[in-house]
């Protein structure tokens, strides 16, 4: 039984409201009223503080790097996004962010909030069920219980802190997750969480809408005081997060870090990240490595102020953040915009919301802002970038905190020209170590094209053309020995893909049955590693899936013994490609790793070929190749055949593996014109 406290209040006589008989009365009337305690804590008016202060008051992290109470000091940057939350106008909160810079604990602590200052039913949506049930069991009830002024609101009974729901006394909290309609429907909610929206998918059913519409949707209610959080690491310009922020935001904020040496207040942008190029020396006085994994381990990185060039270390760099404060993104002009007057000083997040009012804001928060991220990591990540697309991809998205856009430089012959080296048809440059052949089987005859790989992944085209026979595939592949420049050594391919894509060619026979036959026959013979590939019908995980055993033809023909087809991305291989040719067309990126150069007698027929197709936006904003000028495609899709053969996933590793098998034959001889030499111990295939 609860305690009960007593209350005395004191009436005048002369209150209006007071009934006749009452006012009757002779002497002092008096009336004892009884509250229970739970009564006076909620008649009990409290002060209001901003989310900021109260997380330092109530809220103790548990599974931190930094366990204990909530310092706003660690990640300064947060308390502007907690603050922003609750200002009455807000409803929508968009948060595009870089992973490991707090922002979804930032989300939490507003939540936390809400249960003591301003309860009302919550949903958490996340991106499948068990990131759901995870995410509850590991975050959000560890913050409940963890904090005294929180689990004051737990009711104590067993069944009401489940993995799918929390009950507490006076609100609950759902867990729900994109892929199911039931989980986001039927329930009026006042607050939204959506984490990690990039990884929801299109709809949460075939008869339903997307995940973020049905969420919404459930805040109808509560339209006047609800608040919606959107957080996520962005993807692509067609994902969630970035739609969101550039098309839903009304505004977006940076967040703008003082210099710990002269004061200035500035946006941090990733140019300002130095590192010490081979023949330049450090702030330290030392010359040091391009190698991100030096550069990394040793924290060879640092930031410099573009106003008093003052180099920043990790450590200023937290200085500088700690110091720094949110302000509005001034919008750039439009090419050819005329602009009327000088641009306005962009103003801090206080200043703009009492001005503005606005209902959607938006945050941005590239990596370099976290106290957990060194500066020389978004440094090594861009190096190797700079030779691996999909590395590429990851910094754009986990440091920058942007979509990754391929831009295609070629969009005439010239500018593939570019790519053409000194290398002559059908030579192997002397840095190569293995050679891989795509053939686009057409109904009269085969494309091919044959390319030379070193360890480091840059290649170069050596051969492409047309067949006209089975015969005439056979002899190339196992017959056809290329000459390596400058050594009088010679190489034979060593791995190929042979597309199984094809229309009727008999009255009995497809071109993929005819395909299926000759690989069975030939898979292995020379030691060459001979795959069947088809196009992939979906996106699929990575660029190659190897699919089941095939024991039979698509028409019922019985094959000699089974046979797995390698299902190939076309739409990330060709992406690949152009990345490639992409830095072998540019001058200051033809030495980089990952380079797809051109012989120098390549055509006018092999550069029509490559420029048939298109990347362009379909009706959903996603991107896709189209071959737009309806012209023979045929040795793109052979070089991207060809690529397959390097990647990771072709069976047996990809090319960077077996780079180690052919380094363990070289021997270094001692050094000439003081410059070592290396000899190839054992001449073939490699």
């Known amino acids: 039984m609860s305690k009960i406290s007593m209350l005395i209040v004191h009436i005048p006589r002369i209150t209006p409201w007071l009934p006749p008989s009452l006012l009757k009365t002779i002497g002092e009337i008096r009336h004892r009223v009884q509250f229970s305690d739970p009564e006076r804590r909620i008649f009990r008016k409290r002060r209001k503080i901003p989310v900021s202060q109260w997380c330092e ?26 603050d922003a939350s609750f200002f009455p106008s807000v409803r929508t909160v968009i948060i595009c962010k870089s992973p490991q810079v707090g922002g979804t604990e930032s989300v939490l602590n507003c939540i936390g909030y809400a249960i003591d200052r301003d309860p009302g039913p919550v949903l958490c949506v996340y991106p499948d069920e068990m990131t759901a049930r995870e995410n509850n069991s590991d975050r959000i009830q560890p913050m409940i219980k963890s904090s005294p002024r929180l689990r004051s609101y737990m009711t104590g009974a067993d069944d009401d802190s489940n993995m799918l729901k929390i009950r507490l006394t006076h609100m609950p909290i759902y867990m729900a997750w994109a892929h199911s309609a039931a989980r986001l429907g039927n329930k009026p909610i006042r607050y ?49 997060i970035w739609r969101a922020m550039t098309e839903e935001a009304q505004v977006i904020f940076d967040y703008w870090a003082a210099c710990p040496a002269c004061n200035v207040l500035q946006k941090m942008t990733f140019r300002q990240i130095k590192w ?47 110091n720094g404060k949110w302000r509005e993104r ?21 200043e703009y919301l009492k001005l503005h009012r606005p209902v959607k804001i938006a945050f941005h928060l590239p990596s370099w802002l976290s106290p957990f991220v060194s500066l020389s990591s978004p440094a090594s990540a861009f190096l190797r970038g700079m030779g691996d697309m999909n590395k590429f991809k990851d910094f754009h998205n986990k440091h920058l905190a942007e979509p990754w856009k391929l831009t295609i430089v070629s969009r005439s012959s010239e500018e593939i020209f570019a790519a053409r080296c000194d290398l002559p048809p059908q030579t192997v440059p002397e840095a190569a170590f293995a050679l891989t052949i795509g053939i686009d089987v057409q109904q009269h005859g085969f494309w091919f094209a044959v390319r030379a790989w070193s360890p480091e992944i840059t290649s170069w ?102 046979i797995r087809i390698l299902t190939v991305d076309t739409e990330k291989a060709k992406d690949q490609y152009h990345y490639r040719l992409k ?19 390549t055509g006018n027929d092999y550069v029509a070929q490559i420029l048939s197709e298109e990347k362009q936006k379909d009706e959903k904003g996603r991107d896709s190749w189209v071959n737009v000028h309806s012209r023979p495609n045929h040795l793109l899709d052979a070089e991207i055949l060809a690529g397959s053969c390097a990647e990771m996933e072709f069976p047996g590793g990809g090319l960077r593996l077996l780079a180690a098998y052919a380094n363990r034959d070289q021997v270094t001889q001692e050094p000439k014109d003081g410059k070592p030499t290396t000899k190839i111990k054992k001449p073939g295939r490699w």
Not at 61 to 77: A, D, E, I, Q
Not at 303 to 321: G, S
Not at 338 to 346: D, I, R, W, Y
Not at 539 to 555: D, E, Q, W
């Open 57 to 82: 008051k109530f809220r103790v992290l548990t599974m931190s790097v930094l366990p204990g109470k909530w310092r706003n000091s660690v990640t300064p940057y947060l308390a502007g996004i907690m």
């Open 192 to 240: 939204v969480v959506f984490d990690e929206t990039d990884k929801y998918p299109e709809t949460s059913g075939k008869r339903e809408t997307d995940p973020i519409s049905l969420g919404q949707a459930r805040t109808i209610t509560y339209r006047h005081n609800c608040k919606i959080w959107k957080i996520s690491t962005p993807t692509t310009e067609a994902g969630n």
């Open 276 to 322: 010490a190029h081979k023949t330049e020396p450090g702030p330290d006085g030392k010359s040091h490595s391009e190698e991100p994994e030096m550069i990394e381990a040793e924290k060879l990185a640092w930031y410099e102020c573009p106003h008093c060039l003052a180099p920043w270390n990790d450590y200023d760099r937290d200085v500088a953040v700690r």
């Open 330 to 350: 001034i919008k750039e002009k439009a090419e050819g915009e005329l602009s009327e007057g000088p641009v306005p000083a962009p103003l801090g997040i206080a």
């Open 461 to 562: 085209l050596i051969h492409y053309g047309f067949l006209a026979t089975w015969d005439d595939v056979e002899k190339l592949i196992f017959e056809s020995s290329y000459p390596v420049a400058d050594t009088g050594r010679s190489m034979r391919i060593f791995r190929a893909c042979v597309d199984t894509g094809g229309s009727k060619k008999y009255e009995d026979m497809t071109m993929t049955e005819e395909t299926y036959f000759w690989v069975i026959k030939n898979h292995g013979r020379g030691g060459c590693a001979i795959w069947g590939t088809k196009g992939a019908s979906h996106a699929i995980a990575g660029k190659l899936s190897l699919g089941p055993g095939i024991v039979s033809t698509p028409s019922g023909k019985k094959l000699p013994e089974s």
């Open 583 to 601: 830095l072998a067309i540019k001058p200051d990126t033809r030495d980089l790793p990952g380079a797809a150069f051109l012989h120098a007698d």
